[in-house]
């Protein structure tokens, strides 16, 4: 249950993670799932939001999940172009998601987890602008320095939010985004294009990962402030002690025994919803940044620091996808395995790798974006921070 607005703000979801998903659901089957979910939807709230252009709807009996949209969108009016229903409180239901692409409307059964809603609305208004309006959607953080931007891709856990925000915390930085991109293409793409492409964000907040407060402490202050989402409170929920008095992954004395009432890092997949205004001011967002360098991060032990990678080596690289998967990135059965997400975005739900592969060619061969790869695993943040700002700065 969430505090009053004067405590801290923190909502535990009774499924804490995405659950199983058909991402493909023929509309009959759809229909019939929605029914019987309906009757757990009466009186539920509508909310309407603009992402790029697109109206997505937001059809929702859990106070959670709308608190949520409502901060993380900008509200719209007009003709609704896909639909989320949300409904909790289910019988008979397990905790499941449904997409069906021929109605552009998914169903959350007995799930507040924000993520995987988010992510979902984020693929179906994909899914659109990619046939409409000749538009790339990227997985990815986007920052501006010294009038420079970057796009940043990455598998979950590598760092893109770290790197993202080295950049913004400088005095001359700027960020966008921490999560996605839209990228819109000239119809037809001219030859030698002579403007740069533009990549804006549709997001008004960060869904942030809190235990990215582990290593940068100041951050605790700002989740504080934050509407949350599985903080752990008590210390008896902690995944990561060290005896009666440490932190196995901090190596220091738990926080909880230092008088803290919360972890921000003790379970790897607690989130916080943080207006990007509320960090640094106003002065330091923009919703948009020119495509000035691409980066690419992994996290491996043997991989070089440092990689250009050519317009082809690029794309096979995103196609392939290839990653590790970390703490708190998917199931705890599969934390330190190698697998495979198609240009490190999960949230594709009607994926067309020929049109990826389009959109990333024209964006290094025509527009000539240079694009480079760093291994996070063998470098700290500041060391992977000043590679990505001399990289900007060669790009001019």
Not at 120 to 137: D, Q, Y
Not at 201 to 229: A, C, H, K
Request: net charge neutral; hydrophobic share 35%; charged share 25%.
């Amino acid at each position: 249950m969430l505090m009053r607005a004067t405590e801290f703000k923190n909502y535990d979801t009774q499924s804490r993670a995405r659950v199983k998903g058909d991402k493909n659901t023929p509309a009959s089957d759809f229909r019939r799932l929605l029914g019987k979910a309906e009757g757990s939807l009466a009186g539920a709230r509508s909310l309407k939001a603009n992402l790029n252009g697109v109206v997505i709807e937001l059809v929702t009996n859990s106070a959670h999940q709308a608190e949520f949209w409502q901060n993380n969108w900008s509200a719209a009016d007009g003709k609704v172009q896909a639909r989320i229903y949300s409904a909790v409180n289910v019988e008979g239901m397990e905790p499941s998601a449904y997409y069906s692409p021929e109605l552009r409307s998914a169903l959350f059964v007995n799930t507040e987890y924000y993520g995987q809603c988010k992510s979902w609305a984020l693929g179906m208004v994909a899914a659109i602008l990619e046939r409409e309006s000749n538009t790339l959607s990227i997985h990815g953080a986007t920052a501006l320095h010294r009038g420079r931007g970057v796009v940043i891709i990455a598998p979950t856990g590598t760092g893109k939010t770290t790197q993202a925000f080295l950049i913004f915390m400088n005095g001359e930085g700027k960020i966008c985004g921490d999560d996605w991109a839209y990228i819109r293409f000239p119809d037809p793409a001219p030859d030698h294009p002579s403007d740069d492409l533009v990549a804006r964000q549709p997001e008004r907040s960060l869904y942030m990962r809190t235990e990215s407060q582990r290593e940068q402490v100041w951050l605790r202050g700002v989740f504080d402030r934050s509407i949350n989402e599985n903080v752990t409170t008590v210390k008896e929920d902690c995944e990561y002690p060290e005896g009666a008095e440490q932190c196995s992954v901090t190596h220091r004395r738990c926080v909880f025994n230092e008088g803290m009432g919360r972890c921000y890092y003790a379970f790897g997949n607690s989130r916080a919803l943080v207006r990007r205004e509320d960090i640094l001011g106003a002065s330091k967002v923009v919703n948009e940044v020119p495509v000035n360098l691409v980066v690419l991060l992994r996290r491996d032990g043997h991989s070089p620091a440092e990689a250009r990678l050519s317009p082809r080596e690029a794309i096979g690289v995103l196609r392939k996808g290839e990653y590790m998967v970390l703490p708190g990135a998917g199931p705890k059965e599969k934390w330190g395995t190698t697998s495979f997400e198609p240009w490190y975005n999960p949230y594709l739900l009607e994926r067309d790798d020929d049109r990826q592969a389009a959109f990333f060619g024209m964006m290094f061969e025509k527009w000539k974006v240079p694009c480079i790869i760093l291994n996070t695993g063998l470098e700290g943040p500041q060391q992977s921070h000043e590679r990505i700002v001399a990289a900007l700065e060669s790009s001019r």
